[in-house]
């Protein structure tokens, strides 16, 4: 079990040197180890929609790693199936920092992977993040459409290659990524819990809560980000597998807590709205990757919930039958259907709003 050191505030900057500066990181890093920084960079967003890691806190970082001597630095991920990495990369600032502090950034998506057992099954993971001689972990706090809640443990998914990441949601997430935890662990976890949107892994609604927090541990990490989001660890099942297949401890202790200093220049935490569950209520998932899930989500948004079809999505409607609206290439077996993978939200829109047929069939 690890210490948890807090710090509260809005400058991801300043608050990222703090925490490193706190945990005395650069003692824990072996020498000559090449440090890898692995942001969360689902979407082509900048970090203030709720849905990406603060380009300060990769900043934040650098300079401190930098400060202390560290001169082998590299950043790596890789965004969701249905965006491009270096869309995301210009859009979240991080090519800026990369060219600014001579630190190079890695498509995860044109990384080599190799095969590694897990507790789950075999699991194909991208080389550099296995091979980082001290990973840093750099998560949103945030909601998710599928899993209800993504930090420390979720954030990992990004060093697969696509074709894993697809095997993931036709396996439901949670095995696979508390599986993933056993054999990819980073070495530090810095979460950005500034303002992320705690409903939607895509952003669009950001909640300021003004908050960052530092640790060893990734199942206490998360563990802890369920307690300030209101959830229990019930509602995110892969944590406690995760700490079943030796990931770590969902154990939480106040004297395990250090706060950098006074809680009141954060905010609250509003307990996530549901708004997605409402609105995909009724809703045939099957397996749906995370970018079709959520262009269906935004899609109902725009239209308020009201579709008055049925609605099939996901990998295990393949070569099936169904009569209604079909979302992406693998319901193409639905009386009516949105082609793409994924597909846009503005088409899916445009077939929720036709109830006569879909032109995209």
């Given amino acids: 079990m690890g210490k948890i050191y807090e710090i509260f505030g809005s400058d991801a900057f300043s608050m990222t040197k703090a925490l490193m500066e706190a945990a005395e990181v650069v003692k824990k890093i072996p020498s000559g180890a090449e440090v890898a920084l692995k942001p969360n960079l689902v979407v082509a967003k900048p970090a203030e929609s709720g849905a990406t890691t603060h380009a300060g806190v990769l900043s934040g970082a650098i300079e401190y790693l930098k400060d202390h001597g560290i001169r082998k630095i590299s950043i790596i991920e890789g965004s969701w199936v249905g965006d491009r990495t270096d869309r995301a990369c210009r859009a979240a600032g991080y090519e800026e920092i990369s060219r600014k502090y001579g630190v190079p950034f890695y498509d995860l998506k044109r990384d080599q992977a190799r095969t590694v057992d897990t507790p789950f099954r075999p699991m194909e993971i991208c080389n550099r993040a296995l091979d980082a001689g001290y990973l840093i972990n750099l998560p949103v706090l945030k909601g998710h459409c599928q899993t209800v809640m993504t930090c420390a443990l979720k954030n990992c998914k990004g060093c697969?290659?696509?074709?894993?990441?697809?095997?993931?949601?036709?396996?439901?997430?949670?095995?696979?990524?508390?599986?993933?935890?056993?054999?990819?662990?980073?070495?530090?976890?810095?979460?950005?819990?500034?303002?992320?949107?705690?409903?939607?892994?895509?952003?669009?609604?950001?909640?300021?809560?003004?908050?960052?927090?530092?640790?060893?541990?990734?199942?206490?990490?998360?563990?802890?980000?369920?307690?300030?989001?209101?959830?229990?660890?019930?509602?995110?099942?892969?944590?406690?597998?995760?700490?079943?297949?030796?990931?770590?401890?969902?154990?939480?202790?106040?004297?395990?807590?250090?706060?950098?200093?006074?809680?009141?220049?954060?905010?609250?935490?509003?307990?996530?709205?549901?708004?997605?569950?409402?609105?995909?209520?009724?809703?045939?998932?099957?397996?749906?990757?995370?970018a079709c899930y959520a262009a269906l989500v935004r899609a109902l948004y725009a239209c308020g919930g009201d579709h008055g079809i049925p609605i099939a999505i996901g990998q295990g409607w393949r070569g099936k039958k169904f009569e209604g609206l079909g979302i992406g290439r693998c319901c193409d077996g639905a009386s009516k259907l949105v082609k793409g993978c994924p597909p846009t939200a503005d088409a899916i829109s445009a077939a929720l709003t036709d109830r006569d047929g879909i032109h995209n069939r």
Avoid at 184 to 200: A, E, H, K, N
Avoid at 203 to 213: A, E, K, L, S
Avoid at 224 to 233: E, F, I
């Fill in 160 to 290: 697969l290659p696509d074709r894993e990441k697809r095997r993931f949601h036709a396996e439901g997430l949670m095995k696979p990524i508390a599986a993933l935890a056993s054999v990819l662990r980073p070495s530090l976890t810095i979460v950005d819990s500034i303002c992320g949107d705690l409903d939607f892994e895509e952003g669009g609604n950001p909640v300021f809560t003004g908050r960052m927090y530092l640790g060893e541990d990734p199942v206490q990490m998360d563990a802890y980000g369920c307690r300030l989001m209101g959830l229990s660890l019930s509602d995110v099942p892969y944590i406690k597998l995760a700490e079943q297949w030796g990931a770590g401890t969902a154990e939480l202790r106040e004297e395990d807590m250090i706060r950098l200093n006074d809680p009141t220049q954060g905010g609250g935490y509003p307990k996530p709205s549901g708004k997605v569950a409402q609105l995909t209520a009724g809703v045939r998932q099957d397996s749906a990757c995370s």
